[in-house]
C-alpha cells in the first residue's frame, strides 16, 4: 500500500508541475511513512473483519500523531512528518487529527491524501470489493478539492493508469 501511494503521490506531485527534487523526496518519504503510527493500534481493530465500533475509530484516529511522534526528531524527516500527521485532514474541515480546513493542509499532505484515497478505494477490504480506478477517481476529486493542477493531475493520472497500467513507475 504505502509503495504504491508514494507513487500515485510523485505522479502527482509531477503533473502539479512540481520540479524541487527535495519537495519530492520528502513527500515520498512521507508517502512511504504515513502509517507508522499503526504500529500503535492493537491488531485487533487493525484486523477486524467488520465495521469499526466508534470507540475503536477514535483508537485508529491517534495513528497519524502516533506516527509523528515516532519521526519528528528525525532532522531527515521533518518534512515528511508533514504527510504522516497531516494526511487524514480534509478539506472541509472535517478531518483529524486536528480538523484543519483548506490551505490550513500543508501541500503535501494535501497532495498525499488524493493519492492516499485512490488507493483506499480501488483496494478490496474484507468488507467489500475494491472499485475501478475510472470510478474511484470521482470520489477522489470531489472529496478533496485541492485546486485546478491537482484536478488536471488526477486526471492526467488517470488517463495513464487506464491506458497503460505498467507505466506507474516501480
Do not use: C, W
Request: glycine fraction near 8%.
Amino acid at each position: 500500500h504505502s509503495q504504491l501511494v508514494a507513487r500515485y503521490t510523485l505522479l502527482l506531485t509531477k503533473a502539479l508541475g512540481i520540479e524541487d527534487r527535495v519537495f519530492s523526496v520528502e513527500i515520498e518519504r512521507g508517502a512511504l511513512l504515513h502509517d507508522i503510527g499503526k504500529i500503535g493500534i492493537p491488531d485487533s481493530i487493525l484486523r477486524k473483519p467488520g465495521a469499526l465500533t466508534n470507540k475503536e475509530r477514535e483508537v485508529i484516529k491517534e495513528h497519524p500523531f502516533l506516527g509523528y511522534e515516532m519521526v519528528e526528531e528525525f532532522q531527515f524527516l521533518q518534512k515528511a512528518s508533514r504527510v504522516i500527521l497531516y494526511h487524514h485532514e480534509s478539506y472541509d474541515g472535517q478531518g483529524y487529527p486536528y480538523g484543519l480546513k483548506g490551505e490550513e493542509i500543508p501541500l503535501e499532505a494535501r497532495i498525499f491524501a488524493v493519492a492516499d484515497t485512490l488507493d483506499a478505494i480501488t483496494s478490496d477490504r474484507p468488507y467489500r470489493r475494491g472499485k475501478s480506478f475510472r470510478v474511484a477517481s470521482i470520489p477522489a476529486i470531489v472529496s478533496f478539492p485541492i485546486r485546478r493542477a491537482l484536478f488536471r493531475g488526477l486526471l492526467l493520472l488517470l488517463l495513464i493508469v487506464s491506458s497503460r497500467p505498467t507505466m506507474i513507475p516501480a
